[in-house]
């Protein structure tokens, strides 16, 4: 089997719904440059929440592919 990343939200280290812990997981980042990005992003328009919520919609939480 290929040797692949897979973005999955991440169920240890969430404050909402675990999309930035999945992407600085995915991005091997501090989940903290990623939760400021977002709320950057929300600062200067609704981009980041819009982001957030598709992100959160498409992504399927790690524990469920382990199972």
């Known amino acids: ?3 692949y990343k897979k ?6 280290d ?7 812990g999945g ?3 995915y991005l091997n980042v501090d989940p903290t440059v990623v939760r400021i990005l977002f709320l950057i992003a929300l600062i200067c328009g609704s981009l980041g929440l819009w982001i957030y919520i ?13 199972r």
């Open 7 to 12: 973005l999955t939200r991440s169920t240890s």
């Open 1 to 3: 089997m290929e040797n």
């Open 23 to 25: 992407i600085s997981k």
């Open 54 to 66: 598709i992100v959160w919609l498409c992504t399927p939480e790690d524990n469920l592919l382990e």
């Open 14 to 20: 969430k404050k909402i719904a675990g999309v930035c």
